[in-house]
């Protein structure tokens, strides 16, 4: 089984493809084969709280459709073209 390339996996950055030992070493420490290996830390995380109307923030008020233009009378306003 090869072991080599591989991808590694960080916490806060883009995964990576190493090719070779070496280049898996100059990575450092904060690297993983999966992940999973996370997975731990999103737990402990604070979920981020959805945003509230305050009372003192009204909801904007809902948009009105533009009204839509009847046709002239006997000929549609689009036309194939010839």
Known sequence: ???????KYH????????ASAKEEAELGGEWA????AFAED???EPE???EK???EQPRPAAKK???VKPA??????WSPAT
């Open 1 to 7: 089984m090869e072991l080599y390339p591989r991808v």
């Open 11 to 18: 916490r806060t950055e883009d995964p990576v493809i190493v």
């Open 33 to 36: 084969d999966s992940p999973g």
């Open 42 to 44: 999103a737990k402990h």
């Open 48 to 50: 981020a709280e959805p």
């Open 53 to 55: 109307n305050h009372p």
């Open 65 to 67: 459709a533009a009204p």
């Open 72 to 77: 002239t009378k006997g000929r549609s306003q």
